[in-house]
């Protein structure tokens, strides 16, 4: 297990980096672990089965951070649970780290720089370790 996250519900997100697991979601009301993983047929699924990083932001939103992009978890009626992607405009996919700023935005590092998506837009600019600049 390379992330571990506590949400402020209470459950409890792990995934895994090196051996392609997917992610686990512990609820520890019911005491069931639920598995959720890549399925190239749903595009609502994972973007990949290594799991890099976790991040609940100030609103409650729970991010997923895997080798092939950023993924938004989207609880839906009966507490189903499929993902949205934000890979496409990423150049360099991995998300290393998350971190939220105080308007909202979320900050993703990668190898090839650093990433600030707006989830209100979905609009995607970078920072280029070798700019400097912030650039859509």
Known sequence: TSAV???RSGRV?????WNGGGLDLLDPAS??????????ADPRSL?????????????????VGTAKGLNLVEVGAGGKISFRSYAAPMRAPKILAIRHDQQGNLWCSTIAGLYRLDPASGRMAVKSPQSGQLYS
Request: proline share 3%; aromatic share 12%.
């Open 31 to 40: 005491g069931k672990f639920r598995h959720f993983r890549h399925d190239p």
């Open 47 to 63: 973007a990949d089965d290594n799991i890099a990083s976790l991040h609940e932001d100030a609103q409650g939103r729970i991010w």
């Open 13 to 17: 997100w792990a995934g895994s980096e």
């Open 5 to 7: 996250l506590e949400d």
